[in-house]
């Protein structure tokens, strides 16, 4: 899944070709102000939920007293976690399907399990919980020592990363040879253990799924401390639950998208899918526990309405362009599917979802993160990061995919520019 680590600034060579070379004293200096502070400010985010009632406060060196070090504990579920994933990863059946052409040799195969891992995962989960093996809540009490190990553990794996593609990488001319860089943006494409593949498995596995194991240890914490699971609780851990499941269902997609296509595994995706995904995209979930309001009908209405509309748009345009990349024949929207054809060979559909805005999929995404936002309520700024973070990263995503695809595809990008003027909400923007 792509992270906000996806992102980094034009110029720290987020374009996937000439931009990657372009290394300057500035983008140095501020990549490793992002290595340190992109992970303080995570640990901001936990000391407001957890001592300041998710309201936020001026960040103090006091904060230091109470930084939260690994336990056994934490060191157990972490471990224990990876493990269990990557097992699932290489035993658990699905289909082998082929990625996309490489530059430099035939394209990789990847097992498609995630389904199977994931109703797994929680069948697993569920029957350990009913054993009482261990208690739903754990999670939620030792959240600040899982970050710190879940932090310790990736800054590790970043710099085995980093040798790992200096040592077996093949496509040399996206390395920098500047540490700093390289170590963020990664120094290998698909960095593999024989046929596990490194990159796809950080995506979509640890993290995505401990969001949603996490959420529900909020949930449980609730319900240990006020006997009840509140309506916003139960709507964000399902909304979040749905998201993810809708995400494996959906797998294959994943071998299209930028991050697996173009982008070196590094600190910047690896930290962003291990530590950002699961204790950041919780937040909500996090705050909930000690805000037990409830919501007017209408409110509840309105919520699971704007979720809904923004799910049908988000996953109605990924699929379709998923399909009509597959059969430019199939109809769109019962109708013949209108495209242009690039002088390069590929087609930019204009019709269906992708013909009112060049990506409708962000702004279904972004309506869907609204509403997980609203049912916090407004006393607190805090739970709004995620839209606020989640819209400056799309709103930035676009604007680099807009400039990759005008290089791509020249003349007939400004053709379907001009066919379809809105870049992400119809009418707008
Ligand atoms: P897209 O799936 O929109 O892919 C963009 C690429 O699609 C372009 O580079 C181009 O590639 C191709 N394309 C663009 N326009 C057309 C067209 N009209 N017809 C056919 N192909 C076209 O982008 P992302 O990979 O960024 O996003 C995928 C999903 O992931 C989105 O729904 C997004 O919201 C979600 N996402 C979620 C995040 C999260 O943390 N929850 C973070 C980031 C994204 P080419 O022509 O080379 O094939």
């Not at 300041?52 to 056994?72: C, K």
Request: charged residues 15%; neutral net charge; contains cysteine.
């Amino acid at each position: 899944m792509n992270t906000i680590a996806s992102e980094p600034p034009e110029a720290l060579g987020g374009t996937p070709t000439s931009a990657r070379t372009t290394v300057t004293p500035a983008n140095v200096a501020l990549t490793f102000v992002m290595l340190l502070t992109l992970p303080l400010f995570v640990y901001y985010l936990w000391y407001c939920l957890e001592f300041n009632r998710g309201q936020l406060m001026l960040p103090s060196v006091a904060m230091l007293e109470r930084f939260p070090l690994p336990t056994a504990g934490s060191v157990a579920i972490v471990a224990g976690w990876l493990a269990f994933q990557g097992l699932l990863q290489i035993v658990a059946p699905g289909k082998w399907i082929e990625g996309t052409p490489l530059p430099d040799g035939p394209p990789l195969k990847y097992k498609m399990n995630g389904w199977f891992a994931w109703w797994f995962t929680w069948a697993a989960l569920a029957a350990g919980a009913a054993l009482r093996f261990y208690s739903p809540v754990t999670l939620a009490d030792q959240f600040g020592a899982l970050l710190t190990t879940a932090n310790i553990f990736t800054y590790l794996f970043c710099i085995y990363l980093y040798w790992h593609g200096k040592r077996f990488g093949t496509q040399h001319e996206r390395i920098t040879n500047n540490t700093v860089y390289d170590f963020w943006l990664g120094t290998a494409l698909n960095p593999r253990l024989g046929g596990f593949d490194l990159k796809l498995f950080c995506e979509a596995r640890p993290g995505l799924i401990a969001w949603v194991v996490l959420d529900l240890a909020f949930a449980a914490k609730q319900y240990q401390l006020h006997g009840f699971v509140s309506v916003p609780m139960l709507l964000v851990c399902t909304f979040h639950f749905w998201y993810v499941a809708d995400y494996y269902l959906h797998e294959e997609a994943i071998l299209t998208t930028w991050d697996i296509k173009y982008e070196n595994f590094g600190w910047m995706l690896c930290w962003g899918d291990l530590v950002w995904v699961p204790f950041t995209y919780t937040i909500q979930a996090y705050y909930l526990v000690e805000h037990t309001h409830d919501l007017p009908w209408w409110g509840t209405v309105g919520i699971i309405a704007l979720n809904v509309v923004g799910y049908i748009i988000f996953r109605g345009a990924n699929i379709q362009k998923h399909r009509f990349r597959k059969n430019p024949e199939r109809p769109v929207w019962g109708q013949r599917a209108e495209y242009i054809e690039t002088s390069r060979g590929s087609l930019l559909l204009t019709s269906g979802w992708w013909g009112l805005s060049r990506h409708m999929n962000y702004f279904g995404d972004l309506l869907m993160g609204l509403a997980w936002c609203l049912l916090c309520g407004f006393e607190s700024h805090l739970p709004y990061f995620y839209i606020v973070y989640f819209t400056i990263l799309l709103v930035h995503r676009e604007r680099r995919d807009h400039d990759m695809c005008a290089v791509r595809y020249g003349t007939d990008w400004a053709l379907y520019c001009a066919k379809v003027r809105h870049r992400i909400v119809p009418g707008v923007y």
